[in-house]
């Protein structure tokens, strides 16, 4: 007698040793294999084989390109420039879709809007000093090592042809141990730029530095927490008003990302006509608004407010802002004082805004705006709101950390 088998399923040849596939890529960026292993820089689908040199493709997938900027490779400031802008969307929009379906929400991501390349206007570059001079870039991955990213793909051109005035900074502000912090600002005056260092300000670097600034063309030039040379006020455009922000202040990454996000706000917000800004920073959404509707600005850092303030003081024709010093960690505007406004905008850190949004669910505020820079705590945030009878408008993805894995997003939630 003659036994039947089934027909055999065609099985793929057994991977070669050191051989694997990439079945996902993290929300970090990584690629994953099947036991687990992470790989950087390669794509779902991909074949690879592994080695102490880092991955070597055998199999590429559709979805790869060749990296934009020369120094992808070894700087750390860029994980995602090996993958099509497709795919990078596709995976920032899975990131966001993740995040809400671990809350349980179904949410619609309605598009995704990526800042060009080369439009980073403000960045936090390290400066390290070598042997032969100074050492200015980005970190390599995971890795103290400074790497220098002459023609970087990331930064406004403005910001990359000002590396070797920082280089010549660096060798002023860090040591061969420790480095220097170089967060630099494009402003409508030139570059405005914050040296985080340990070393005193001496008197004879009081003297030296503003004619580095001078011959650098920065518009302002500030050591540790001190502004040691202001050439013209770093001006940035806020709607109508032109604002100079304190040394520091938290300001969008890209114009793009900014007009982006606002765009999205103002839409949210259309027709309300007493706003509450809640986390405003130096007023990148309450002047803009101001056009339209009052606005009252929450903000945990007074310097900015007060920035804030004197920007909306000196463009005519603004409807009236209001600014109140908050922690809205510790103290969020309760539900009646919310009572006042039709609309809120919130905006937080990376945290988010839970003790704020509690009692945004709790008033009786009809419109939200909400904009987050971090998917997890946004996803809780709009759970606690969800949960609260809002319903969630269509989310925007706003990348203006191209290639890397930061995920920005806006959308508005209303009173179902
Ligand atoms: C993501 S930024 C947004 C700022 C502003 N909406 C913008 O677009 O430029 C978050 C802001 O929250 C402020 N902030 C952080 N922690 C805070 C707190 N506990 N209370 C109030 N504001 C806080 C920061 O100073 C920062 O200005």
């Keep these: 007698m003659t036994e039947t088998l089934p027909p055999k399923t065609p099985q793929p040849d057994p991977a070669p040793e050191g051989e694997a596939?990439?079945?996902?890529?993290?929300?970090?960026g990584m690629g994953r294999t099947e036991d687990g292993t992470l790989v950087p820089r390669v794509l779902p689908g991909e074949v690879v084989t592994l080695s102490k040199d880092g991955p070597k493709i055998v199999t590429p997938s559709p979805e790869r390109v060749a990296p934009p900027c020369r120094h992808f490779k070894a700087c750390g400031g860029c994980a995602m420039q090996h993958a099509s802008d497709g795919f990078v969307e596709g995976w920032k929009a899975e990131i966001v879709g993740t995040a809400l379906r671990a809350q349980g929400l179904e949410g619609e991501i309605a598009r995704v809007l990526t800042s060009p390349a080369d439009s980073r206007r403000r960045a936090r570059l390290a400066g390290r000093r070598t042997k032969k001079g100074a050492l200015v870039g980005f970190h390599a991955?995971?890795?103290?090592?400074?790497?220098?990213?002459?023609?970087?793909?990331?930064?406004?051109?403005?910001?990359?042809?000002?590396?070797?005035?920082?280089?010549?900074?660096?060798?002023?502000?860090?040591?061969?141990?420790?480095?220097?912090?170089?967060?630099?600002?494009?402003?409508?005056?030139?570059?405005?730029?914050?040296?985080?260092?340990?070393?005193?300000?001496?008197?004879?670097?009081?003297?030296?530095?503003?004619e580095i600034a001078r011959e650098a063309g920065l518009a302002r030039l500030v050591w540790a927490e001190e502004i040691v040379a202001e050439l013209e006020p770093p001006v940035q455009r806020m709607g109508r008003a032109r604002v100079v922000p304190p040394p520091g202040a938290f300001l969008q990454a890209t114009a793009h990302g900014e007009a982006a996000l606002l765009d999205c706000v103002t839409g949210a917000v259309a027709g309300a006509e007493r706003i509450v800004d809640l986390f405003a920073g130096c007023g990148t959404f309450s002047l803009p608004l101001?056009?339209?509707?009052?606005?009252?600005?929450?903000?945990?850092?007074?310097?900015?407010?007060?920035?804030?303030?004197?920007?909306?003081?000196?463009?005519?024709?603004?409807?009236?802002?209001?600014?109140?010093?908050?922690?809205?960690f510790r103290r969020p505007l309760l539900p009646d004082e919310l009572a006042r406004f039709d609309a809120a905008v919130i905006d937080p850190p990376r945290a988010g805004a839970q003790a704020?949004?509690?009692?945004?669910?709790?008033?009786?505020?009809?419109?939200?705006?909400?904009?987050?820079?971090?998917?997890?705590?946004?996803?809780?945030?709009?759970?606690?709101?969800?949960?609260?009878?809002?319903?969630?408008?269509?989310?925007?993805?706003?990348?203006?950390?191209?290639?890397?894995?930061?995920?920005?997003?806006a959308t508005r939630f209303t009173r179902g």
């Design 21 to 28: 596939s990439i079945l996902s890529v993290t929300h970090h």
């Design 141 to 210: 991955r995971a890795s103290d090592t400074v790497i220098e990213v002459p023609g970087c793909r990331l930064l406004l051109p403005e910001l990359t042809a000002l590396i070797p005035a920082l280089e010549r900074i660096a060798m002023l502000a860090a040591s061969r141990k420790g480095e220097a912090g170089l967060t630099v600002t494009d402003s409508e005056a030139g570059p405005d730029l914050h040296i985080d260092t340990d070393k005193p300000l001496t008197e004879e670097l009081r003297l030296s530095l503003p």
């Design 290 to 328: 101001a056009e339209r509707a009052e606005i009252h600005a929450v903000e945990g850092e007074a310097a900015m407010l007060a920035a804030l303030d004197r920007g909306w003081r000196g463009a005519p024709g603004l409807k009236r802002i209001t600014t109140e010093p908050r922690d809205l």
């Design 356 to 409: 704020q949004v509690a009692a945004l669910a709790a008033s009786h505020i009809p419109v939200i705006a909400m904009v987050s820079c971090s998917p997890a705590s946004f996803a809780r945030d709009a759970k606690a709101l969800v949960e609260k009878g809002f319903e969630m408008g269509p989310v925007t993805v706003v990348d203006q950390f191209r290639w890397s894995p930061h995920v920005e997003l």
